[in-house]
């Protein structure tokens, strides 16, 4: 399968995070080809195993495999559907949203409603609704039809956004946070040679709400060393000043020096700068972004495990559907597999 392919299939599955079992099943069978050994842990988390040399170090590369969504919070009595958010989401871009309800019956396709234009007044017209004023529409007249169709507080809801391609190399999807980073890893693992470290690719869970997958599968695979995939903002688009947010797309995957959560060991860096100079493949330093990835959480493992970032440049992450460029993604794996066969030199 091409990466595109794999892309589109991790980007259309549904993984709300908590709620991460199809991701899994999806990783599980996309990974199995390309390592030694696979295996679920007690919460979910996806590792699969390329052994290396007994005494050379241990590479943890995690990928998250939850994206941010919505849940059931309340049911009215004329049968419309009140929610609470899951990760970061800016209540502005909810409004007229198409999603899913995932029941334990089947899954419901929805509307996230609202009062049209023509009866808004000037005031509230100008102002964000709010998501304790919002709702999702399934059609139902009454609390007790949205029981008998399966639903119930709790059940995860997602964006339904299917996966396009648009220009040249670039994509729109939902979910891109972090299923690109998923896709790489997969890639990672497909075209990585025998190398002497032994190579944990891990799709974590529940990361959106506090890294909390790769806290727990860092503990189990005690790493020497730890690199996330994630995505990072692409703040080349209008409106946006350079330095808010200086990372642009098609300008190769993006280095975090440190973020809210961490700094990056400098060793970490210097490997990685190391290997995108050695291979010619084009890179961005990013500092000063608000957010963290599952690297904080694996660097403050036990010990400590010294870990970095690498990410790919995503404009509008956090919202329904994403944007990227194939081609930053094709670098992205090219640097992780030129870090990972250096990784003796520098551990
Ligand atoms: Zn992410």
Redesign the pocket.
């Known amino acids: 399968m091409k990466l595109v392919d794999i892309l589109e299939k991790l980007s259309n599955a549904r993984g709300v995070a908590g709620r991460e079992e199809a991701v899994g099943a999806l990783m599980k069978e996309l990974l199995t080809p390309h390592v030694d050994e696979i295996r679920e842990d007690k919460l979910g988390n996806i590792i699969g195993i390329k052994a290396g040399k007994k005494e050379a170090p241990k590479v943890m590369l995690a990928a998250?495999m939850d994206e941010i969504g919505l849940m059931v919070k309340n049911v009215t009595k004329g049968g419309f559907i009140q929610f609470t958010k899951i990760g970061g989401i800016d209540d502005r871009i909810l409004i007229a949203q198409n999603v899913i309800i995932e029941t334990a019956k089947r899954p419901i396709a929805g509307v996230i409603g609202s009062k049209p234009p023509h009866i808004l007044k000037d005031e509230e017209k100008k102002k964000a609704i709010e998501e304790r004023d919002l709702f999702i529409d399934i059609g139902a007249s009454s609390k007790e039809e949205t029981k008998e169709m399966g639903v119930r507080v709790g059940d995860p809801i997602s964006f339904d956004i299917k996966f396009a391609k648009a220009g040249e190399d670039t994509v729109i999807g939902k979910a891109f946070?972090?299923r690109v980073g998923c896709a790489a890893l997969v890639e990672i693992m497909r075209k990585l040679p025998q190398v002497d470290a032994t190579v944990y690719a891990v799709g974590t869970i529940q990361?959106?709400v506090g890294l909390r997958g790769a806290t727990i599968a860092a503990f189990q695979l005690c790493p020497d060393i730890g690199i996330a995939l994630?995505?990072t903002v692409a703040g080349d688009v209008p409106g946006v000043k350079e330095v808010e947010a200086p990372i642009k797309l098609r300008k190769g995957p993006s280095l975090t020096v440190a973020d809210r959560g961490l700094i990056t060991h400098p060793k970490v860096l210097r490997l990685f700068i190391d290997a995108a100079e050695e291979s010619k493949i084009p890179y961005q330093l990013e500092t000063g972004l608000p957010g963290s990835?599952d690297a904080a959480r694996i660097s403050l493992t036990r010990e400590g495990v010294p870990s970095g970032t690498i990410s790919i440049p995503t404009r509008y992450i956090h919202s329904p559907a994403a944007l990227l460029s194939l081609t930053d993604v094709e670098n992205t794996i090219n640097l992780a597999i030129a870090a990972t066969k250096n990784i003796r030199k520098y551990f």
Do not use: L, P, R, S
């Open positions: 998250h946070d972090d990361e959106e994630d995505v990835t």
